[in-house]
């Protein structure tokens, strides 16, 4: 606000100089009139040659002391007085955060919808004590936590083979506050085994000012002069077979910013990159259930960057298994692995309308496949699936073209229903070679099992092994929990030739 040439109008106006007078203040024609809660503050004439919201009182000697000043703000309705050079500046408070003429901090006079009070950005920080870092003497086990500080989890812990645990690889205490997430990690081995590393998820980092605890000490922008200009969330979710959108914009808000996108899938996913990785908007598939972290780079109109890295969360409902084989091999080289299904009862040979997989349960763009099987569940809404329909059971994926994933998706099951899943290796194709084959299962969207990678051959196309995975049992009224055990035996999984297709 440009200075006022004839002085405070108003209520207040040059009456206050008999408030000011016992301290030696007089009052300024510097006033701009408009009151002690407006949140603005005068600036002296001759640095910026304008004078801002608020009241200036200039000390009849010339020079000003910070406690009359204070004094004599206070005595005007003014809760702020501080001496500005020779002169004692009254102000409402902090400066007004959102650039209204509603006061600052004081109640919502902008006409925005929220119906809420302004945030002070110049109000003190005040956050919650520090959690600490939490660190014991010894090790925890089964708790996904780093309770030693010694950079492992759960180090030396028996667990049941193929299990998979949530985990944290950073300081306990640090654990699930502000915008640390939690990785994953599993049990390596068969029927026994230790509990592999913590992968994944988003440790304590040097806090920025960017609208997120870096530092997980449950203070948000805990720095100096922080105005963030960049809106940087800690994950988000989603559900599987689902384009996720990205714009520039939702990170930063003031717009004419360039971004560059990066996402990590999740072990499995053919997903490896953006859609269109320097674009302004653009989009990312989430293929498989998982943690995908993507990272933004921004660049603002005036060249300063900023990094964003978080985590989308992707779950299904019910009970999903996927498959994928050959991590690491060259996408020139193809083969066909195929994911079965199978209820029980009846506890009978594969490839039938007890068997869920690639001749009888596909929903999807293959137009020599249809729909046959009917194991008498409702179909789940069209969300669940991303298809025309959402059949139960049903197989989201079928790759032919080698390294996968597929899945296999079971909703609604009853308490007790049981179900089989196995891998069959249909032809080496150009690959002309073994398949390593890797299975995880979810139920209710929590990672329970990971098993594999479990070599199989095929000779023959269409006639390759068969690997007996694991029996699953629905538990609970919607069916989002399970039961799971290993076909394992010892150290060894269940492989058979094509030959043992007949027999359960």
Known sequence: MNRSE???????????????????????????????????????????????????????????????????????????????????????????????????????????????????????????????????????????????????????????????????????????IGGCVDGQQICTGMEWGTWGPCEGGILPEPEVCDGKDNDCNDCVDDLEECRPSIVCPSEDSTTPLTWYELHCTDFYPDGGADCTWDVVSPTGSATTSVEDPSAEDTRVYFDISGDYVITVTIVDPYGVTYVCTFIVHVRGQGIRVEMWWNDGVSADSTSDVDLHFHRNPPANAWFNASDCYYADCVIGPMSWVTYTIDWGYPDSPTTACARRRCPNPRLDIDDVEGWGPENANMDGAHDGDSFRVAVHY????????????????????????????ARINNDTPGAGDIWRVADIVARGATGDDCDITSLATGTAYDIRPDSSRSGF
């Open 6 to 176: 004839g002085g405070r109008s108003g209520s207040l106006g040059c009456a206050i100089v008999a408030a000011a007078a016992a301290l030696g203040l007089g009052c300024s024609a510097s006033d701009d009139g408009t009151g002690p809660t407006d949140g603005g503050r005068d600036r002296v004439e001759g640095t910026d040659g304008a004078v801002d919201d608020g009241l200036i009182l200039e000390s009849e000697g010339g020079a000003c002391d910070a406690a009359p000043c204070t004094a004599a703000c206070a005595d005007l309705g003014y809760p702020v007085g501080e001496c500005v050079g020779d002169v004692c500046s009254c102000s409402g408070g902090g400066a007004d955060a959102d650039g209204d003429e509603d006061g600052g901090g004081g109640a919502d006079a902008d006409g925005d919808p929220d119906g809420e009070p302004d945030v002070d950005l110049d109000a003190p920080l005040v956050c919650p004590p520090d959690p600490g870092d939490g660190c014991g003497p010894t090790e925890i086990c089964d708790n996904g936590s780093d309770d030693d500080c010694d950079g492992q989890v759960d180090e030396g812990c028996s667990c049941v083979g193929g299990s998979v645990q949530y985990c944290f690889a950073g300081s306990p205490g640090r654990r699930n």
């Open 426 to 453: 249909y032809d080496a194709d150009t690959w002309g070679s073994y398949a390593d084959v890797n299975v995880r299962v979810y139920c209710g969207g929590t990672p329970r099992v990971v098993y594999g990678p």
